[in-house]
T-cell receptor, first 115, second 114 residues
Framework: AQSVTQPDIHITVSEGASLELRCNYSYGATPYLFWYVQSPGQGLQLLLK??????LVQGIKGFEAEFKRSQSSFNLRKPSVHWSDAAEYFCAVGMTTDSWGKLQFGAGTQVVVTP | NAGVTQTPKFRVLKTGQSMTLLCAQDMNHEYMYWYRQDPGMGLRLIHYSVGEGTTAKGEVPDGYNVSRLKKQNFLLGLESAAPSQTSVYFC?????????????FGQGTRLTVV
């Protein structure tokens, strides 16, 4: 069965420091990959997505993610974190064989930003 | 531009009561989804719809029903609420499959069943 794993439940980072959030998936083929962010009390917002091609993907708010097929990973990074980046981040996978486009989400990583 | 609007935002139900959650989108999207979000479990798909009058079961459909009588609305019903249905519910919509086009999410409905 397909699965999405975010190993880190909670990460604390200082403002201005770099951030990396991990995501691993289990799927028979290369899936579509997404990162979403959920600010407190809000819905989810798409940060970036990977379908094919260049394995380094740029997103909004200064985020980027790198797809590594050999590691079945799609880690999210930001060079310098701002206080407004405090939120919960979800990795999601879409199966290329699913014509109805359902997404499977990881459990999420809560990011706390300290001054 | 409202996007995806969920009604209500908060609700407390007693066990056995029924209710309907409304999701409305004004983007003329074909695809609509209902998810529930529970701590440590991310979002899990309850039901979805790929067009007016069509619905299908997702990962956790038991205890829920849905209807899509109008393209812009997707209703989620709980016929007899149980404490296990205490959760935050999110509706999402997309123009095409979310694997291809961006899915837009509502702000959520926090439901507590006592």
């Amino acid at each position: 069965a397909q699965s999405v794993t975010q190993p880190d439940i909670h990460i604390t980072v200082s403002e201005g420091a770099s951030l990396e959030l991990r995501c691993n998936y289990s799927y028979g083929a290369t899936p579509y990959l997404f990162w979403y962010v959920q600010s407190p009390g809000q819905g989810l917002q798409l940060l970036l997505k990977y379908f094919s091609g260049d394995t380094l993907v740029q997103g909004i708010k200064g985020f980027e993610a790198e797809f590594k097929r050999s590691q079945s990973s799609f880690n999210l990074r930001k060079p310098s974190v701002h206080w407004s980046d405090a939120a919960e981040y979800f990795c999601a996978v879409g199966m290329t064989t699913d014509s109805w486009g359902k997404l499977q989400f990881g459990a999420g990583t809560q990011v706390v930003v300290t001054p | 531009n409202a996007g995806v609007t969920q009604t209500p935002k908060f609700r407390v139900l007693k066990t056995g009561q029924s209710m309907t959650l409304l999701c409305a989108q004004d983007m003329n999207h074909e695809y609509m989804y209902w998810y529930r979000q529970d701590p440590g479990m991310g979002l899990r798909l309850i039901h979805y719809s790929v067009g007016e009058g069509t619905t299908a079961k997702g990962e956790v459909p038991d205890g829920y029903n849905v209807s899509r009588l109008k393209k812009q609305n997707f209703l989620l019903g709980l016929e007899s609420a149980a404490p296990s249905q205490t959760s935050v519910y999110f509706c999402a919509s997309s123009y095409s499959t979310p694997s291809v086009t961006e899915a837009f999410f509502g702000q959520g409905t926090r439901l507590t069943v006592v």
